[in-house]
């Protein structure tokens, strides 16, 4: 166990605790005890002492003197009495008491005043409660009786009450030291171990690592965080991979083509000038092709680092639809596909970035062209409860349901050589849905297979900021 570990500093807190409470603690019922016991034997004493005066009819009265006596036999108290001058006339018990100084003369003249005594003494190494009556017959003073107590059993009851204190604090004080060598196993070992998979996440990199320690306490929510955190460093390390895999993967397939087209070209490997326009063209589109995943992926990153500055003002977003309809129209044409479009005739405004909403749209009708082989695509524009909605519907292939919750991933495709045939990557997605997230708005897909697919995009009217 380190000195400056937390367990150490709980123990030596705890240690710390129990001696401010159990010294002044201790001393308190050892004062209270040893005050009771005293106070009960001298009450006893002085009670005594008067009930014996008072049944004295003069110092002779031997019936009373008897009777004392008995009393000092069995309980092993002393007992002496006094003439008028001071002189001692009985006594019991005293065998191995010195008569000296049990009766000062100036006790005697208070005893003569009618005062009681009430004092401790020392009698051959032994201490003692004395107390004194006068003994009075009628007014006059005939002699007092003494009655002496050894105060040694009180004594000692407040040294065995001492005792039992001291043992009782030293067993508080090894529990607490057995408490903290208990947390030190209980507190130290997860944090230890915590300490070991953070060191092996941070140093080796081995987003694997898992703590596995359960506990709905602090240190349980700090191992659910760890847990979490090298989960989401997996994720992202796994991610990251299959990210490059996957570009790698789209650079090679243009980069071959080029390649061998070009060599074919070098190698004069066609037979006609149409043939090695059909090379030229082949070189171009792919070339297009990398340009296109080039700045996907610039766009991309730069949404991902949230570098991209939004340029938003108030826009009629049924003119930046028309315009975006208008570019495409050529190729839906060519494929024989009808277009039509419904927009409010007093136009939409929406504040947003012109250019980006530019290219969601195209994303999506380039989506429709592409995937629609017969039929049309409608594109509506309408306000819903303090939304815009834009929708995209056509009636092309359609995507299956299990296609559908990842759509907007990275380089997701349902049919790999048909996008692909038709120069797509697919980033356009998830593109799109990174840019319908900043500003604002939220994008549904509804679809069918073989019957064709919705795209609704929602943005909040009133978004100025
Ligand atoms: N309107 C649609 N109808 C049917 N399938 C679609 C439609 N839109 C998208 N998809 C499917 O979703 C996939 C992902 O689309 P996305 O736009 O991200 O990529 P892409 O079109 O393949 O390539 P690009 O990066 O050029 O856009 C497509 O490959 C296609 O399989
Ligand atoms: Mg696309």
Not at 245 to 274: D, F, V
Not at 306 to 315: A, V
């Amino acid at each position: 166990m380190k000195l400056n570990s937390v367990v150490t500093k709980l123990g030596a807190t705890i240690l710390f605790l129990q001696l401010i409470i159990l010294i002044p603690l201790g001393y308190i019922i050892v004062q209270i005890v040893s005050n009771y016991s005293y106070n009960e034997v001298e009450s006893q004493l002085i009670d005594l002492s008067r009930k014996y005066a008072q049944s004295f009819t003069s110092v002779n009265d031997q019936h009373a003197w008897d009777s004392i006596y008995t009393y000092t036999e069995v309980t092993g108290m002393k007992a002496v009495l006094i003439d008028p001058d001071g002189r001692i006339i009985s006594k019991a018990g005293l065998s191995e008491l010195k008569e000296e100084g049990l009766s000062t003369p100036r006790e005697q003249s208070l005893l003569k005043s009618g005062t009681p005594i009430n004092t401790e003494y020392i009698n051959n190494d032994t201490q003692y409660l004395k107390v004194a009556q006068p003994i009075m017959a009628g007014s006059t003073y005939t002699g007092s009786i003494y009655l002496l107590s050894s105060l040694d059993s009180t004594y000692q009851s407040v040294y065995n009450i001492t005792k039992l204190v001291i043992l009782a604090s030293i067993g508080a004080v090894v529990l607490a030291i057995g408490f903290t060598f208990f947390m030190s196993i209980k507190l130290a070992s997860p944090l230890l171990q915590m300490e070991k998979a953070t060191k092996r996440i941070a140093d080796k990199k081995d987003f694997s690592t898992r703590v596995t320690y359960k506990g709905n306490d602090e240190i349980g929510s700090l191992a659910n965080a760890i847990n979490n955190l090298s989960q989401t460093l997996e994720t992202y390390q796994t991610n990251r991979n299959e990210f490059f895999a996957n570009i790698t993967h789209e650079l090679k397939t243009p980069l071959t083509y080029i390649k061998g087209y070009t060599n074919a070209l070098k190698k004069k490997l066609y037979q006609s000038e149409e043939e090695k326009e059909t090379y030229l063209d082949i070189i171009e589109k792919e070339t297009n092709q990398m340009n296109n995943l080039m700045d996907d992926l610039m766009d991309l990153s730069k949404i991902e680092e949230g570098k991209l500055n939004l340029h938003k003002e108030d826009i009629d977003i049924t003119e930046v639809i028309d315009m975006v309809i208008n570019k495409i129209m050529i190729k839906a044409k060519n494929k024989g596909i009808t277009v039509s479009y419904e927009a409010p005739p007093e136009g939409v405004v929406l504040y947003a970035d012109g250019q980006r909403m530019e290219q969601i749209l195209t994303n999506l009708l380039e989506n429709a062209t592409r995937y629609t082989e017969k039929g049309n695509i409608l594109v509506r524009v309408f306000k819903h409860s303090k939304q815009i909605k834009i929708t995209v519907e056509d009636t092309g292939i359609g995507i299956s349901e299990k296609d559908v919750p990842y759509l907007f991933e990275r380089f997701y495709r349902v049919d790999k050589s048909r996008s692909r045939s038709h120069g797509g990557t697919g980033l356009g997605l998830s593109i799109v849905k990174k840019l319908v997230d900043i500003h604002d708005g939220a994008i549904e897909i509804q679809s069918k297979l073989g019957e064709g697919t919705t795209f609704i995009l929602s943005f909040p009217m009133d978004q100025h900021k």
